[in-house]
């Protein structure tokens, strides 16, 4: 890990929140702790940043690596604090929380504020033991990851490169479809399904380092719910969806891009829907730089959108049909991070990363969604995907 | 979801704490919420235990699928609560924690008790809008967990034998490899590495419904450290440890299982060390049954091994070689759970599921390892894993 994280903010909200220290509880899957650590663990361990530095908790087990690969200015053990001692007197529970109360008052800290997410079961702990637990609520640590740095970047734009690939060869796979006679897409004698093209998918991204959680590759009817993930085979004349959000195996950043396809002919209002989210998309686009506000570039998408003469949450909070969820979010080493591009999305600064991803859906069409993922500039953006847009599938 | 799970010893805890209800604030992640609540989420929702059923509080977009999905009794949306308004008017900390404190006043809870992992952000928030809330410190979902249902075990059966498949495409690459001058494997004119095999273990398991976030393929020294993966070209006459453990993307449910191969001849010690290995491992399945202690079922392991002269970490704490690990542990939801099959392991109950997996290791020789995964019985346990072992690797 090389993020090398500015954490000034952090100190400052320590000085406001008037605490000696910021403790993490959690394991790896926390992506503020792997962040601010440098390290990750499929275990619990923790992460404590104080004035001189960020120190780290561990078991044995982990201290050799997280001495040699952690980001962290000094790395103890458990064993340092009478771990095994404590637990063999107090139990599993206890026995922890004191070994955690003797590592923060060995650091000289004796107030701490943690994240909304710390466990309650040592927040309430510590306190028995006389530590004063704060909940910092504005969540600063997400805040600080919204902005990348270089490094950082670097990392997403690989896991994108992954991500290319991937939908390549589920593009691939429909365009070089046979359509039999009910309008069914075949593939080497085989109906091609919504399952087939996601395991191409995850195949393809398994030989670039990535995995996924899930995928999206939605037809016709399916493709109209933005969060269903499809099913079934897929048919000619209809459109649809494909979602990638990969995740790199060994940096933990995602990439997330989506296209939509239609093999043979969608129809005419297929068609005229695609080329007005193409332009939201475009024109979301050309309003993303530092500065402007995330409710601003969304605003620009409902604005194209509306104008076309379908509905959004803007013009009617209630509508299941056309533009129904906002037009982006942070991607880093969560999926969904800040900043928001939705109408409660703040300003823009140089270093977010955010997908651009409008959609306009209707169970009697079908769904479109077109998704890039860029990084803000002082006078623009830099995007960060480099593949083609357009309806119809083209082989390589 | 199927679990229907016996939650009477979770009522049987919040009455000895006298508080009114359960709560869970997580998302899917959280492998007691989904047990509880029979629902998986990518996003936070909350899990209410009361005398008089389970009750889910969800996001409008989880709605629908929650409510034909999930094993509560009642759903509720946040809506309900006046969750956008309460977020508009307070902020979306604020506004969350006043929609909670809503949800459980409307089931008649004024005191709650949460797992040892609840967001202190929560807590102390629903603290402040006047509810009691207390750790559950035992970790009682845990213990409930621990005893599989009849369709848990199904589900775990079915992973495992996805994991069989992983593992026989993982022998049959070694079996069939070729040997270079050097001694290095070679398949398909390419040097057999482990990174190679473990894609085509994650490939066979994609091809199965499963995942899995590492597996370990480690040679010669690498398999001496438990923990590492394993990287880079297999050798001949050197130890071959293969560890699986995937996760059905659809039940969540994981298998988990290992076995030690070597090509070639990997010298007489550890040909004696893999044969000490696996009668560690018989004499500890031979144990098993319900009413022993998982101690008990170690302590056996332990007594093999030392009696063939090796250290285990019964006979010497500090050794770093030897069996330097517990002998099991629970699987189910997570892979690693209730209860311990180590020197603190408790009573085993008929519908536990262990794994036994006694291993022994030195970065001189390497590391054996051989694992099954049974589920306990009255009378003894029934073996949820079909796999030959041998150190031999043979193709089919």
Redesign the interface.
């Known amino acids: 890990m090389n993020v090398d994280p500015d954490l000034s903010a952090l100190r400052g909200a320590l000085e406001a929140l008037e605490v000696d220290g910021y403790l993490i509880d959690d394991d790896a899957?926390d992506s503020d702790q792997r962040y601010v650590s440098g390290f990750s663990a499929?275990d619990p361990y923790q992460t404590l940043v104080t004035d001189d530095g960020v120190h780290l908790l561990v078991s044995g087990?982990e201290y050799g690596r997280a001495n040699s690969e952690a980001g962290a200015d000094t790395v103890s053990r458990r064993s340092e604090y009478e771990y095994q001692e404590r637990v063999a007197e107090h139990g599993s529970?206890e026995g922890t929380i004191q070994t955690i109360a003797a590592f923060c008052e060995d650091h000289g800290v004796d107030s701490i504020a943690?994240?909304?997410?710390?466990?309650?079961?040592?927040?309430?702990?510590l306190r028995e033991q006389g530590l004063a637990?704060t909940?910092e609520?504005d969540g600063v640590v997400e805040v600080i990851r919204a902005t990348k740095t270089e490094w950082e970047v670097d990392q997403i734009r690989a896991t994108q490169r992954a991500n290319q690939a991937a939908m390549a060869t589920a593009e691939e796979l429909i365009a070089t479809a046979d359509v039999d006679e009910d309008g069914t897409l075949v593939h080497d004698g085989e109906t091609l399904t919504s399952e087939r093209v996601t395991?191409e998918i995850?195949?393809t991204l398994?030989?670039h380092g990535c995995?996924l959680?899930?995928t999206i590759v939605a037809c016709g009817e399916d493709g109209a719910d933005p969060?269903d993930r499809g099913s079934g085979p897929l048919s000619a004349d209809e459109l649809i969806v494909i979602d990638i959000f990969p995740r790199d195996?060994d940096t933990g950043y995602f990439g997330d891009m989506t296209r939509t396809f239609a093999r043979g002919d969608p129809g005419e209002e297929a068609r005229r829907r695609y080329d007005v989210t193409h332009d939201a998309f475009e024109a979301a686009l050309e309003t993303v730089e530092a500065g402007v506000t995330g409710s601003e570039v969304h605003g620009v998408a409902c604005d194209v959108i509306e104008k076309a003469g379908y509905e959004t949450l803007r013009s009617d909070p209630s509508t299941d049909t056309g533009f129904i969820h906002s037009t982006g979010h942070g991607v880093g080493l969560d999926i969904h991070e800040q900043p928001s591009v939705s109408p409660v999305g703040g300003e823009l600064e140089a270093g977010h990363v955010i997908s651009i991803e409008p959609g306009i859906y209707d169970p009697a069409v079908g769904g479109i969604r077109i998704e890039d993922l860029v990084v803000v500039t002082e006078d623009g953006y830099e995007n960060l995907t480099e593949y083609r847009i357009g309806l119809e599938p083209v082989a390589e």
Chains 1, 2 share one sequence.
């Open positions: 899957s499929p087990l529970y943690v994240p909304r997410t710390f466990p309650t079961g040592t927040a309430d702990g637990v909940v609520t395991e995850e195949i398994l030989n995995g959680d899930e969060h195996k």
